[in-house]
């Protein structure tokens, strides 16, 4: 029986992998993930035990070592090692036992990613062949924005997004939670915003939002799977949920009507308003309160109407209430129009705006994260036949999402500016889990391997060839999915 090789099913692809001879490692009842007593590789071994467990139908133990010792027959051993980078990874799987060293536990989860990528069933358990891996990313950002404002998206369909992204080594799930249409996290410090403006989405559609702890709880549970979760806020535009909120917030002192439309542009903040810098010190405050990561985004995009002083006043009070809090700024690219401080995060989307104040930004010390429209924005149609999603930014198959190098984006940027990669997924057309996956997938595992995998490792038919193995995979998981025809999905891999 021809068995699939490892080769074929690794995404995003190392930096080095060579498959050794022998007989495949055999998960059985003696089989126990051994792991130091640091608290993040513990809650790593209790993960990767429950995997191994659910997946061959015995039960995998977590083994405790007081000592570093080097793995025994059966062990799965999560080895810290300085001298490996925070997020590098070795990965070696031996007949009789398999031995994954890392610099950082992040480094430990990256190897167990790649470890549970060559697994695969066999005899009524799960085994991988004997193999040796040598890896690190690229960059160190490597994200999905969902917009969870247009249509709401809940824990329960957040938690199978995060168990997808560790699955492919993406560790940022930047969330847009507010927008015309619906607020959708509680602000203690202004409960009118959920109160309001949670129950709103696009087309009349039910909304929803996240209470404080149901935030943090996911919060927590994205970090157990390596992933970092960056809320967003987006102001100074995009705020008719807030101004349908509170009146206070609008020259009139009137609230807004309630929007259920998809056209962008319209609603402002005002940076005269005695209540404006007050509202957004709150609003930040409260969100950073329940971000134990190092960064909130303020968003800043769309706000064509606007004068650019004020603009830039009203980014600098986001952007100082954000830093008040103990927070690193992160913003849409229109940001860069606008005094930023360096180290503040620029996100590129749009290639259609002038590149010229991001080349200034990222010289004065701003950091770039690549989103452009055309590849990364996976709420885009594949093709014209495509039910789901937009167009602005063109057609975008399994293949443009691919091909392209996020450090060649935007031409004159200083060397080592790009900080990193995000897809994002907006859902004005997008209602449940299954339309979020469908325009996902394939896409994603494409934009991972971009964000892991030097540009130079990276081919084309080589992807293509491997993304078919995981089509059976987002079966297995009822995950909904695109069968591009770019991909000859029909791999047997019994
Ligand atoms: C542009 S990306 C937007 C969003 C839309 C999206 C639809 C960005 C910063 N603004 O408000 O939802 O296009 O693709």
């Known amino acids: 029986m021809p068995a699939p090789t490892t080769r074929s099913r690794l995404i995003p692809a190392p930096r080095l992998l060579q498959e050794r001879p022998g007989e495949p490692f055999v998960v059985t009842a003696s089989t126990a993930v051994t792991v130091g007593t640091g608290s993040a590789e513990v809650a790593l071994a209790v993960l990767t035990a429950e995997t191994l467990s659910r997946w061959s139908g015995t039960t995998v133990e977590v083994r405790y070592r007081e000592v570093a010792e080097p793995a025994q027959a059966g062990d799965v051993a999560l080895l810290v090692d300085p001298a490996l980078g925070a997020e590098q990874y070795r990965l070696d799987v031996a007949t009789d036992r398999v031995e994954i060293a890392a610099g950082s536990p992040d480094g430990l ?3 167990v990613a790649t470890l549970l990528q060559v697994m695969h069933p066999l005899d009524g358990s799960f085994a991988a062949w004997p193999v040796h891996v040598e890896d690190e990313p690229v960059h160190a950002w490597r994200g999905l924005s969902v917009d969870v404002a ?4 809940g824990p329960e369909d957040l938690r199978v997004v995060v168990g997808l992204m560790s ?3 993406l560790n940022v799930l930047h969330l847009h939670l507010s927008d015309d249409q619906g607020w959708r996290l509680q602000i203690p410090s202004r409960p009118g915003l959920t109160e309001r403006s949670g129950s709103t989405a696009v087309d009349g559609d039910p909304g929803g939002y996240f209470t404080t702890e149901e935030f943090e709880a996911l919060v927590a549970y994205a970090a157990v799977r390596g992933v970092r979760v960056v809320p967003e806020i987006d102001v100074p535009g995009h705020v008719n949920a807030a101004l349908h909120a509170y009146g206070e917030l609008t020259p009139s002192g009137e609230p807004t009507e309630e929007y259920t439309g998809i056209d962008v542009g ?3 903040l005002h940076a005269d308003l005695p209540a404006t810098e007050p ?3 709150d609003v930040f405050g409260d969100v950073a309160a329940v971000t134990p990561g190092e960064y909130v985004h303020i968003g800043g995009d769309e706000v064509p ?3 650019p002083g004020e603009y830039a006043r009203l980014v600098a009070m986001a952007s100082d209430a954000v830093r008040a809090a103990g927070k690193q700024v992160v913003g849409w690219q229109e940001i860069a129009t606008t005094p930023v401080e360096p180290g503040t995060v620029v996100q590129f989307w749009d290639p259609r705006m002038d590149p010229a104040p991001l080349v200034a930004a990222a010289k004065a010390g701003a950091r770039l994260l690549m989103s452009p429209g055309s590849r990364a924005y996976l709420d885009m149609k594949y093709d014209a036949s495509t039910p789901l999603g937009l167009e602005w930014a063109g057609h975008i198959e399994l293949r443009d999402a691919y091909e392209w190098e996020p ?4 031409p004159g940027l200083p060397e080592g500016s790009v900080i990193g990669v995000e897809a994002t997924v907006w859902t004005e057309t997008l209602r449940g889990l299954d339309d979020l996956m469908t325009m996902l997938l394939p896409r994603l595992a494409a934009v991972a391997e971009v964000a892991w995998t030097p540009r130079e490792r990276r081919d084309w038919d080589d992807f293509a060839a491997r993304v078919a193995a995981h089509g059976a995979y987002w079966d297995a998981e009822g995950l909904a999915w695109y069968p591009s025809p770019q ?4 791999v047997d891999l019994t």
């Not at 450090?407 to 935007?410: D, I, K, Q, Y």
């Not at 991909?487 to 029909?490: C, F, H, I, P, Q």
């Open 109 to 111: 989860r990256n190897g």
């Open 150 to 153: 247009r249509h709401f998206f």
């Open 167 to 169: 699955g492919y080594k």
């Open 266 to 268: 319209f609603s402002r």
């Open 279 to 281: 509202f957004l010190r």
């Open 305 to 307: 109407t606007m004068d």
């Open 407 to 410: 450090t060649a984006l935007v």
């Open 487 to 490: 991909v000859d999905w029909a």
